[in-house]
């Protein structure tokens, strides 16, 4: 993933927290917000609470990749939060569940 497509600056993760639209599943909870930008842009949260760090980068890797070969809506900012439950679970599982959450959430915005 391209440097700029990651959220760093804490400021813009509160703003995108407090503003944005928020979606709860099973492993993540994901914050958005539209932006102006013609890609999203993305910052996922491992708490340390899940386990040691190269467990919490494989996570991260995970997400990573499944954001970068998936064709998402362009435009937005993510806020990606891991739930303890995407620890045990399988690639193929989280591929799935990350997807159908962020692809259902902008399929309910355009219902309305």
Known sequence: MNKQYIIRKNEEIENIVKSGRKTVSKYFIIYNKDDTNL???????????????????????????IL?????????????????????????????????QIKGETNEKNKQ
């Open 68 to 100: 970068m070969k998936n064709k998402i809506d362009l435009g937005k900012k993510y806020v990606i939060i891991i739930r303890k439950e995407a620890v045990t679970a399988s690639y193929e599982e989280i591929k799935k569940a990350l997807i159908s």
């Open 39 to 65: 890609y999203n842009r993305y910052c996922i949260s491992v708490s340390k609470k899940l386990g040691h760090a190269y467990l919490r980068n494989k996570i991260k890797r995970r997400i990573k990749d």
